[in-house]
């Protein structure tokens, strides 16, 4: 067996909250009003749930039980970016122009190394896998290049494992931050990421099993780009075939977002084109 496939949710959900501490900035100015309001519907609709439903004390009693697993496993952030964070995406993106975003989920690491274009994201020797050449231009809404344009991508192996969450895999594996040229073009080579099973063994798992749901997300990568004067878009990207775009656990899916790469010209692997348009900052 190699060590990745050892990977637990523990291990992963520990992980995700001990950078979610490290990495996030927490909104200590949210005001009382706002707090007592979103609180106050928040057990509302929790409360609506118990009397529509019927909700028993041996219901209740399980409910209490996995919530105090979720915190015991690490699993908060798995949770909320798998069920909760598509919405605040929705809500904060609702009003721009330029390319779509949508959920950042729990593996980003910021200040991955950062290489010039044409780049290869740092990976094993062997990496396994089906090559892939990510190719663009990075835009603004009036279609001009944006000099000085910044790619961070980030995305699981083919196993769906994400290096500095799971044992074995070297640090910065299939991470990386590419700069553009001077017309925003960026060529990145890197591996198709596989489809990502949300962790089965903690206690998201036994959620879904218990709802006879299933864990999967499509394969995906994810980016953050960014130009001066110009907001940041943090977006995953899909691949057309793949059967969870349909009906990805996460809720993450846009039709914008689904590439159908071609294979090369040369049988070395895939390649894809996909330009980013970035709106100004407010
Ligand atoms: C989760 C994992 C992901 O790779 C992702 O993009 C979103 C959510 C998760 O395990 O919660
Ligand atoms: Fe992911």
Redesign the pocket.
Known sequence: MSTETEATAAA?GAG?TARFRENKKFAASTSTERVGALAGRIIKAVNDTVLDEKVTYEEYNALKAWLIRVGEDG?W??????WV?HSVEEVANANRHGSKGT?????YIPNAPSQDTPATLPMREDEPGTPLLFQGQVRSVAGEPLAGALIELW??DDLGF?SQFAPGLPEWNLRGCIIADDQGNFQINTMQPAP?Q??TDGA?GALIAAAGWHAW?PA?L?LKVSAPGHQLITT?LYFEGDEHVADD??S?VKPELVLAPADRADGHGREVTYDFVLDPED
């Open positions: 992963s995700a699993e952030p798995l949770f909320l970016d798998v964070e959920i950042e989920g729990p593996y995305h699981a994400y990502y949300i962790p998201c997300r995906h994810h995953q656990i996460a993450a």
